[in-house]
């Protein structure tokens, strides 16, 4: 959320040499936002039957009660995108998510601030530059989720908003099934996407669409009268092509790992699934996983750490400089020779931008991993 700030500032910024204090956003929102909310969603938990409380698990005729502070912890996981439970099977298990009303707030908790930090750009830079940012975000989605069931629908939520949490097992989906959240994921996670890192990420998106643009018509990019010069695309594109090209790499050294067969549920394409899916996770910050890949061994540790803290702060960084280097350039005045990009045709260019780089990455390993399984399942 504060990178996401500073780069919003440096485009509403003119010849600024500072982008404000990491310090001071993280406690206005954590104070103002993420505990009032972890409040008000823990009270509708509990209110549905949800756990919550300090007592000791009980056993009552051979059967296992759990108890604990469960409905404040998975709150808290769930509006923060990180999606972890408290108990082992997350959200599947009856005393975290009891009811469809629970599953449903549960639900709307993961894209609730990620959605809003769309709006807040609106507020700070203008409404029709963030309704076009928003309409392209949406309609991802919708494609997304048309046709799911409540599992499919959660887990599709769950990783287009990098939440991580899940309330099925995702192993027991069909091949398609487990295609449409792989493609969010490594898609990076920007349709909402994370609190605060969707938006950037989809920004850095804008940009790319912006250059492309630029270049097809001969003129100087430009976005919110700001020129995008060539330190501006080199942020842009470390944040959009480092976390594909490590998520690709840490995948073929685990397929090629001796033994690397005993430690998948499955074999042949839908085993690859498991891998592929893994490293997508863990490469684009969600957290989910196939329940089929065992990922308590040695290698993926270290690679699997390795491929985490490098997609994770890499492209952070990345965006903070790209923010503070925007802050301090002048604002230019708007011209007819500037390109629109608060109209429908950017948004339909920004999302054929979308899905031809996100995508072009990884269509060789989806085609060998969940679209061979569809193909050759009976």
């Given amino acids: ?14 010849e600024s040499q500072t982008v ?16 009032l909310l972890s409040i008000v969603l823990t009270l509708l938990m509990v209110s549905q039957g949800a756990v919550q409380n300090f007592a000791p698990n009980h056993v009552v005729q051979g059967i296992l009660l759990p108890s604990g502070p469960a409905s404040s912890q998975f709150a808290i996981s769930l509006l923060g995108s990180n999606g972890g439970g408290f108990f082992g099977a997350n959200a599947a298990a009856l005393f975290h998510n009891p009811t469809g009303l629970s599953n449903l707030c549960e639900s709307v908790a993961i894209v609730l601030l990620p959605a809003a930090m769309v709006v807040m750009f609106g507020q700070m830079v203008g409404r029709r530059q963030a309704m076009v940012i928003y309409a392209v975000m949406l309609g991802l989605l919708v494609l997304a989720v048309i046709g799911t069931t409540l599992s ?7 990783t287009a908003v990098s939440n991580g949490s899940v309330n099925a097992s995702l192993d027991s989906f069909t091949p398609l099934g487990g295609l449409i959240p792989m493609l969010l994921m490594q898609l990076g996670e920007i349709v909402f ?4 890192s969707g938006l950037y990420g989809m920004l850095s998106f804008v940009l790319l669409t912006v250059f492309i643009s630029g270049l097809m018509v001969g003129r100087t990019p430009e976005y919110l009268g700001k020129k995008i010069a060539a330190y501006d695309m080199k942020m842009v594109a470390l944040a959009i092509l480092l976390p594909p090209v490590l998520t690709l790499v ?3 050294i685990a397929v090629s790992w001796p033994g690397i067969r005993s430690s998948l549920t499955n074999t042949r394409a839908h085993g690859f699934s498991e891998i592929l899916y893994g ?3 863990m490469g684009n910050n969600n957290g989910s996983s196939f329940a089929g ?3 308590d061994q040695l290698m993926v540790n270290v690679v699997g750490t390795v491929l985490m803290g490098c997609t994770r702060f890499v492209p952070l960084l990345a965006m903070v400089y790209l923010g503070a280097n925007l802050a301090k350039k002048k604002q230019m005045a708007i011209s007819s020779g500037t390109l629109r990009t608060d109209i429908g045709l950017f948004a339909v260019l920004l999302l054929v931008i979308i899905l031809l780089i996100g995508r072009l990455n990884f269509v060789p390993a989806l085609i060998l991993g969940p679209i061979a399984d569809f193909l050759t399942a009976r």
């Fill in 152 to 158: 499919a629908l959660w887990n599709t939520l769950s």
């Fill in 293 to 295: 890949f065992n990922g």
């Fill in 20 to 35: 404000d204090n990491f310090w001071v956003d993280i406690t206005r929102f954590t104070l103002y936002v993420l505990v």
């Fill in 250 to 252: 840490s995948t073929g």
């Fill in 279 to 281: 490293f997508s996770s």
């Fill in 193 to 196: 996407g994370g609190v605060g």
């Fill in 1 to 14: 959320m504060a990178a996401l700030l500073a780069v919003i500032r440096g485009f509403s910024r003119k």
